[in-house]
């Protein structure tokens, strides 16, 4: 039986608008779609991930060997959230450690081979909802779409970094 995706973060196609909130809901809308589908296809599989699991899988491919000071420092979470989320996926075969050769208390953090078939997965699946997402869309709309998020994560960093 296929579960059902819960509609609570998804907008009615039917009203369109531009208003600051309708395109912030949208593109809250849009993130919630691609995770969900994105993680049902890893439901009931040997190695189901929640959102945070695949966010440090992520990290961790690309900062192979950051610690978790590093991770810490990149997400803002909290440290004792992150600590328990890296034991379990060390626990489940997903990440690998070693101690540090310059700092042996230091930890360093690196995907073991099913972690890295794990992130092969991941990214795979989610290449194929990003071309389902964009089915329609020319090379220049796509183009103009990425310029224009750029200009609102732009607005958004300068802003955060005023505080």
């Known amino acids: 039986m296929r579960k059902q995706v819960d509609k609570v973060n998804q907008n ?3 009203r369109p608008s531009g208003t600051v909130g309708d395109v912030f ?3 809250h809308s849009i ?3 691609y995770r969900s589908q994105q993680f049902r296809a890893f439901a009931g599989g040997a ?10 899988l992520r990290f961790f491919a690309r900062e192979p060997g950051a610690t978790l000071s ?3 420092l990149h ?3 909290d440290k004792a959230q992150l600590t328990r989320l890296i034991r379990g996926l060390r626990d489940r075969g997903l990440l690998d450690a070693s101690a540090d050769e310059a700092d042996r208390r230091s930890t360093r953090l690196y995907l073991s081979e099913a972690g890295q078939g794990l992130h092969a997965q991941l990214h795979r699946i989610g290449t194929e909802l990003s071309e389902v997402g964009l ?3 020319d090379e220049a709309e796509r183009e103009q779409l990425y310029a224009l998020l750029q200009r609102v994560r ?8 005023k505080k």
Request: net charge negative; hydrophobic share 35%.
């Open 154 to 161: 732009s607005n958004l960093a300068r802003e955060e970094e």
């Open 70 to 72: 590093d991770l810490v």
């Open 31 to 33: 993130m919630h779609l």
């Open 47 to 56: 190695h189901e991930l929640t959102h945070m699991e695949s966010k440090v």
């Open 12 to 14: 009615s196609p039917a």
């Open 75 to 77: 997400s803002g979470r």
């Open 135 to 137: 089915t329609g869309l």
């Open 25 to 27: 809901d949208a593109i």
